[in-house]
């Protein structure tokens, strides 16, 4: 038996599932939106069809091959875009407790769009902010944008990566406070959590393994939420 989905997900990650955008980009290849997360790892567990991640850091320009059973992650200040080969469908591992829809996530849009935080809210919105049954056109128009932009900085190299990270950090920085309580109340506090467990466990006091409990969610909370990359079916990361 299981009980109603009340504690948070392990490490106080978030999953989600995704169906890679089948549709043609501006560059003529068919995929997902480019973007970068600033301070949130985050994981692929190729389920279905395949395709790649292109990547760029400072190290350079990547392509890591997606097909089923392929498990793929990178860490924050990673430019990353999502290349559909077919019926391309992740389970997405995202650390950090829904920071990335809290704004952790930056579009690789031209330097005049990141430089205007209003034209850049403006670029980025989505109908009805991406819900289920929204015009999926807007999806893709953001998209269209942020590749022109992800083009730019693949042709410009680590100096155009260092202004990209520069003017997404200003963009953000508003946000920098808020976030920090999401990750206290999530992450921060699953890690706290377990040192407290480390320390009951030292002194021979098996308190919280009398307290344990079973969760699940049945099914997902939404289904074809427009995502950067794709249509998304959300989980709850807690009740």
């Known amino acids: 038996m299981s009980e109603r989905f009340a504690a948070p997900l392990p ?11 089948d549709t043609v980009a501006s560059d003529g290849l068919v995929g997902g939106t480019p973007h970068v997360h600033l301070c949130c790892t985050e994981g692929y567990v190729v389920t279905d069809g395949e395709g790649v991640v ?70 980025a919105a989505l109908p009805d902010g991406g819900a289920p049954g929204a015009d999926v056109h807007a999806a893709y128009r953001r998209r269209d944008l942020a590749v022109t932009g992800f083009q730019a900085l693949r042709s410009g190299g680590p100096m155009a990566l260092a202004a990209f990270h520069a003017a997404a950090i ?3 920085q508003p946000l920098v406070t808020r976030w920090r309580q999401r990750w206290e109340d999530g992450a921060g506090r699953a890690a706290a ?29 939404e289904r074809g939420r427009l995502g950067m990359c794709g249509l998304l079916d959300t989980y709850p990361a807690s009740s």
Do not use: C
């Open 193 to 221: 959590d377990t040192a407290a467990q480390l320390d009951a466990l030292k002194r021979g006091d098996p308190g919280h393994l009398g307290d344990a409990g079973v969760y699940a969610v049945d099914e997902p909370v």
């Open 54 to 123: 292109q990547t760029l850091t400072t190290a350079g320009f990547r392509e890591t091959p997606l097909r089923p059973g392929a498990v793929v992650w990178f860490e924050p200040g990673t430019v990353h875009r999502l290349v559909n080969g077919g019926g391309l469908t992740i389970v997405v591992l995202m650390q950090n407790s829904g920071l990335p829809e809290a704004g952790d996530a930056v579009l690789t849009f031209p330097p005049e769009v990141l430089a205007d935080p209003a034209a850049y809210a403006a670029a």
């Open 11 to 21: 490490g106080g990650i978030g999953v989600s599932r995704l169906r890679v955008y």
């Open 170 to 172: 200003a963009l953000r």
